[in-house]
């Protein structure tokens, strides 16, 4: 495929790998029904995983579907945060379906599943029969959802987003220190003379070593706005830089620079806003399209909407936290 695997790669290979779990569970789910109905062992696993296959079917297919979208639409990490979850969503949906039915029926053949009941002490009863109404309490839904709502744009309004260089703009610095070092500690001291500027500080590979990036004058042309930043890397820091001169910092510290520039931040983020928009379109159109009920698709799609404005305002509201 030619993809380089990126950090939201690995994001994406950890969601397939909940969505995994999640066709398991269905399929169990599904086992323990037609066990509750009498049947036999072989034939509940076998209608487990008849009855479970379309509702696994779906939900791969409409984040595939996304994952498409954000491939086409998405840039940089993007794309690799696509390529893995596509590439993950195929192979345990191959796996949940194919392979796991290849292990229960190899174990039934050979007696040694005979006793499996799919359930524990704590979850045999749990949840059946349960009666719930989730209708009657849609107008405390309505105010709960809507006060959300409420509170997130308060926080977009007033706080925004604390927004990486991937989408402001700025300058990481990967440096190397002779000791191991807290990156909270290396932020406070680096604060004041990045005020008003974007700051972030992470541990890479090991304490020793922290990537420090920040939008500081990002737009400015000024030859010398690199130098400036380095020194007031090496002034902040000093305390723990022990006996190092300027020159031992720059040359021998700091392991590397990388600039990312106003203008590719506004490609990633028109490109990730548009691949959102419309994989929320596409999701709904392919629910219209399945069971032919236009109030489906509506609520899915107010449904997924509520849920991606939800995570985008909670960052908003607890990235100082």
Same mark, same amino acid.
């Given at each position: 495929?030619?993809?380089?695997?990126?950090?939201?790669?690995?994001?994406?290979?950890?969601?397939?790998?909940?969505?995994?779990?999640?066709?398991?569970?269905?399929?169990?789910?599904?086992?323990?029904?037609?066990?509750?109905?009498?049947?036999?062992?072989?034939?509940?696993?076998?209608?487990?995983?008849?009855?479970?296959?379309?509702? /696994?079917?779906?939900?791969?297919?409409?984040?595939?579907?996304?994952?498409?979208?954000?491939?086409?639409?998405?840039?940089? #990490?993007?794309?690799?945060?696509?390529?893995?979850?596509?590439?993950?969503?195929?192979?345990?949906?191959?796996?949940?379906?194919?392979?796991?039915?290849?292990?229960?029926?190899?174990?039934?053949?050979?007696?040694?599943?005979?006793?499996?009941?799919?359930?524990?002490?704590?979850?045999?009863?749990? =949840?059946?029969?349960?009666?719930?109404?989730?209708?009657?309490?849609?107008?405390?839904?309505?105010?709960?959802?809507?006060?959300?709502?409420?509170?997130?744009?308060?926080?977009?309004?007033?706080?925004?987003?604390?927004?990486?260089?991937?989408?402001?703009?700025?300058?990481?610095?990967?440096?190397?220190?002779?000791?191991?070092?807290? #990156?909270?500690?290396?932020?406070?001291?680096?604060? #004041?003379?990045?005020?008003?500027?974007?700051?972030?500080?992470?541990?890479?590979?090991?304490?020793?070593?922290?990537?420090?990036?920040?939008?500081?004058?990002?737009?400015?042309?000024?030859?010398?706005?690199?130098?400036?930043?380095?020194?007031? =890397?090496?002034?902040?820091?000093?305390?723990?830089?022990?006996?190092?001169?300027?020159?031992?910092?720059?040359?021998?510290?700091?392991?590397?620079?990388?600039?990312?520039? #106003?203008?590719?931040?506004?490609?990633?983020?028109?490109?990730?806003?548009?691949?959102?928009? =419309?994989?929320?379109?596409?999701?709904?159109?392919?629910?219209? +399209?399945?069971?032919?009920?236009?109030?489906?698709?509506?609520?899915?799609?107010?449904?997924?909407?509520?849920?991606?404005?939800? /995570?985008?305002?909670?960052?908003? +509201?607890?990235?100082?936290?």
């Amino acid at each position: 495929l030619q993809a380089v695997l990126t950090l939201s790669g690995v994001a994406g290979i950890v969601l397939s790998m909940g969505m995994a779990v999640d066709a398991n569970v269905l399929i169990f789910e599904r086992t323990k029904e037609e066990l509750r109905l009498g049947k036999s062992l072989k034939s509940s696993i076998a209608d487990g995983y008849k009855h479970a296959f379309s509702a /696994i079917f779906d939900s791969n297919l409409t984040t595939i579907i996304t994952g498409f979208i954000l491939l086409v639409y998405g840039t940089g #990490p993007i794309k690799g945060f696509a390529t893995t979850l596509i590439v993950s969503i195929l192979t345990s949906f191959f796996t949940a379906i194919f392979i796991t039915r290849l292990i229960f029926e190899a174990g039934l053949n050979r007696g040694k599943f005979n006793n499996l009941t799919f359930t524990t002490r704590i979850s045999k009863n749990l =949840l059946t029969n349960t009666r719930i109404n989730f209708l009657g309490m849609r107008k405390i839904g309505f105010t709960v959802a809507i006060a959300i709502i409420v509170v997130m744009v308060g926080s977009l309004a007033i706080r925004g987003l604390n927004q990486g260089i991937d989408f402001s703009g700025g300058r990481n610095y990967v440096v190397r220190f002779d000791k191991p070092v807290k #990156p909270v500690e290396i932020s406070e001291m680096l604060k #004041p003379a990045f005020e008003g500027s974007s700051l972030s500080v992470i541990t890479i590979t090991s304490d020793d070593q922290v990537r420090i990036s920040t939008n500081y004058r990002i737009a400015d042309q000024d030859e010398n706005i690199d130098k400036e930043i380095e020194t007031k =890397l090496y002034e902040g820091m000093k305390s723990v830089l022990g006996d190092a001169s300027y020159e031992e910092f720059t040359e021998n510290m700091i392991q590397s620079r990388q600039k990312v520039g #106003p203008s590719i931040a506004d490609d990633i983020k028109v490109g990730a806003f548009w691949a959102v928009i =419309l994989s929320l379109i596409a999701m709904a159109l392919y629910i219209l +399209l399945r069971f032919r009920d236009i109030s489906f698709s509506v609520g899915t799609l107010a449904s997924v909407a509520f849920t991606a404005f939800s /995570i985008i305002g909670l960052y908003s +509201l607890l990235y100082g936290i």
